[in-house]
T-cell receptor
């Protein structure tokens, strides 16, 4: 158990819908990262937050947004969902903005 | 952005054999991390490296931070069936201001 908690574990939704994925980092970790992993693909960086502020942004679609709350948990919002958004979405956390990052179990999103 | 080239893409080995995989970057890194991912699970951190030339072991796993700061190696000795999975290298560049970037992974299959 990495200490990073992601909910829900599975999500099935229809095209055009909006979903919210939640991540609770390890206790004491200030940095949260979001990654997308499509079938048999690598980990694509989406966005990073550090202590509530956006730290770095990857190739995140405009339909996607995220935030980190004062209690340091983070949410990834995906809207106007398309079939191609079906993937595993991982959250990771680390103490500092650059250090050992620990991953959650992921949310498997299926868009039908 | 940074590119991490990880090789080989896949490996098929006999149980008991040693395994080597490596990762090279287009820029200087100050941290290298090695992860293992089982199907449908989140990546699990295996080894973290912070200094050029550093050699670190975790059981049968040994990883090295290359002296050029642009590469890292992971060796697995005496492979066993549970070593099956995808191994990812990841790292931060020297500035520490960029997100954790991942290689595309090495898929390891162990034949009993």
């Amino acid at each position: 158990d990495s200490g990073v908690t992601q909910t829900p574990k599975h999500l099935i939704t229809a095209t055009g819908q909006r979903v919210t994925l939640r991540c609770s980092p390890r206790s004491g970790d200030l940095s949260v990262y979001w990654y997308q992993q499509s079938l048999d693909q690598g980990l694509q960086f989406l966005i990073q937050y550090y202590n509530g502020e956006e730290r770095a942004k990857g190739n995140i679609l405009e339909r996607f947004s995220a935030q980190q709350f004062p209690d340091l948990h983070s949410e990834l919002n995906l809207s106007s969902l398309e079939l191609g958004d079906s993937a595993l979405y991982f959250c990771a956390s680390s103490v500092e903005s650059a250090g050992e990052a620990f991953f959650g179990q992921g949310t498997r999103l299926t868009v039908v | 952005g940074q590119q991490l080239n990880q090789s080989p893409q896949s490996m098929f080995i006999q149980e008991g054999e040693d395994v080597s995989m490596n990762c090279t970057s287009s820029s200087i890194f100050n941290t290298w991390l090695w992860y293992k991912q089982d199907p449908g699970e989140g990546p699990v951190l295996l080894i973290a490296l912070y200094k050029a030339g550093e050699l670190t072991s975790n059981g049968r796993l040994t990883a090295q931070f290359g002296t050029t700061r642009k590469d890292s190696f992971l060796n697995i000795s005496a492979s066993i069936p549970s070593d099956v999975g995808i191994y990812f290298c990841a790292g931060y560049d020297l500035s520490g201001n960029t997100p954790l970037v991942f290689g595309k992974g090495t898929r390891l299959s162990v034949i009993a």
